[in-house]
């Protein structure tokens, strides 16, 4: 059985910095598509960062600079270093991995910039 787990959300103000982790059980990361995503409130959920099995990084415009996706091997978790939080970062984050057969998703992690 394959789950995912974010951890790392909470409440920041704005102009600071939060460090999302994915980790999996089931799955092994590093050889899989991993993607961010993120829904705020009455929006659409929304890609923000994606890294692939050959370590090829893309990244949605609105957070290109602010935001860097990364892997760490060793413990196959996927990160999403958030810097510069706006309000409009308010969201809840998910991760998210493409494998040839299924489209597997985390809980969530809630993500709340402050003013």
């Known amino acids: 059985q394959v789950q995912l787990v974010e951890s790392g959300g909470g409440l920041v103000q704005a102009g600071g910095s939060l460090r999302l982790s994915c980790a999996a059980s089931?799955?092994?990361?590093?050889?899989?598509?991993v993607n961010w995503y993120r829904q705020a409130p009455g929006k659409e959920r929304e890609r923000v960062a994606s890294?692939?099995?050959?370590?090829?990084?893309d990244y949605a415009g609105d957070v290109r600079g602010q935001f860097t996706i990364s892997r760490d091997i060793d413990s196959d978790t996927v990160s999403l270093q958030m810097n510069g939080l706006k309000l409009d970062d308010t969201a809840v984050y998910y991760c998210?991995?493409?494998?040839?057969?299924?489209?597997?998703w985390g809980q969530g992690t809630q993500v709340t910039v402050s003013s």
């Open positions: 089931g799955i092994v990361l590093s050889r899989h598509p």
């Open positions: 890294t692939t099995s050959r370590g090829i990084i």
């Open positions: 998210n991995v493409n494998t040839y057969a299924d489209d597997y």
